[in-house]
């Protein structure tokens, strides 16, 4: 792969760049699991339980279409959309403030999403895991 800072070829399984020695995060491994555990890896430290929180508003074209589609019956797929993108967001979040904490992985994710009224159109997804440090297991 490429070096996003130096541009410079980089073995594929690098976690820093060997010329610039910045930090090449998007190969970087990183687990999310809603389950206690990850089969095949083990858990070496637990850092802590870790929160994001996204509150959302939907634009007001969303707001209509949501209406019209309540209104029609059936899912509501400007509302799905939009509870997706703040699902994605409090998902990367949440893998933010666990690297900051130094873990590789998070464990036990659960997702909240409320809605503070249609009317409203805010909605709030929060997400919590326990950050943890996860190792193969068989490795020394
Ligand atoms: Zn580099």
Redesign the pocket.
Known sequence: MI?P????E?AEDARF?P????PLLEKEMFLMSTTPTIPGYRISRVLGVITAITPRTRGVLGKFIASWQTMLGGEVTAFTKELEKARKEAMERLKERARSLGANAIVGVDFETSDLGIGAGVVVVSATGTAVLVEPEGAL
């Open positions: 070096c800072n130096c541009k410079s980089v760049c010329r610039c020695g910045s």
